[in-house]
């Protein structure tokens, strides 16, 4: 589908203008866009030769801006990251995948649909079911199945504010070591120092999105245990990312269970 100045979509056609034609298929409705015009954004998007050469398309294509494309409808979802720092987080908490430069940041394309949603962190857009996303070119890499922890992107986040305290705090934390995890086969070292790693982006989610970033880094370790015979002691490592999030201001409830789902999300 053809983009206009600004990146956004042709206005509706002279038949659909004001809603004259109900309203259906829009933005906001699932279905395809039967107009002769580009109409009623992502699901005008098409891959129809006849529709795309055709002429009542030719005006829109001689003042477009851009291209576009219906993630969805292609079985697909775009992580959008909008700057450095975004793209940062998604290198330190998401899959390998897909991933296209974009002029601020990158697009992180995943195998799977999901709702889309604007800023589910900062920086952070979701591109999927009724949305589009600019056209930017093949990119680079091997696209992968959408994970567990963008679909959690999209969990609301129950925080409270460190300034008015916290629902509860988790009793004293066992240490995690190979009394706990006779089955693991990494060392010591290597376990503590992926977990600080992973306590330290949680610790730094203080204003919002701790919750869904222990999702992430829970998810991560579960990840790294996943060829070891086990016993691994990942509650032990949980019970930890539990704590610290508590400690930014997400209520144990939510604390717990997004770590919960994140240590079982990586099976």
Known sequence: ??????????????????????????????????????CHAWAAATTDPATLTGGPWATA?????????????????????????????????????????TTRGEHWIYRGVMPSANRVRPGVD?????????????????MTALPDVVRGLMVKEETTSPRGGVVSSPH???????????????????VRTGLERGLALVRARRESGAGSQAFGVAQF??????????????????????????????PEPYAARAVTNGLAGAA
């Open 172 to 190: 004293g934390r066992a240490a995690w070591d190979h009394r706990v995890a006779t089955g693991c086969r990494h060392t010591e070292r290597y």
């Open 221 to 250: 370790i579960a990840r790294q245990h996943a060829d070891c015979p086990g016993p691994c002691g990942l509650d032990v490592l949980g019970q930890q990312l539990i704590t610290t999030a508590v400690s930014v201001g997400v």
């Open 61 to 101: 294509w001689a003042q477009a801006q851009a291209v576009a494309y219906h993630p969805g409808g292609a079985g697909l979802t775009v992580v959008d990251l909008d700057d450095r720092d975004a793209v940062t987080w998604a290198r330190v908490t998401l899959p390998a995948t897909r991933v296209v430069a």
């Open 1 to 38: 589908m053809p983009l206009r100045a600004g990146k956004v979509p042709f206005a509706n056609c002279p038949a659909c203008r004001d809603n004259a034609c109900g309203g259906r298929p829009n933005m906001k409705t699932p279905g395809p866009c039967g107009c002769p015009r580009p």
């Open 126 to 142: 979701v591109k999927a079911a009724l949305s589009y996303a600019r056209w930017l070119g093949p990119g680079t890499g091997t």
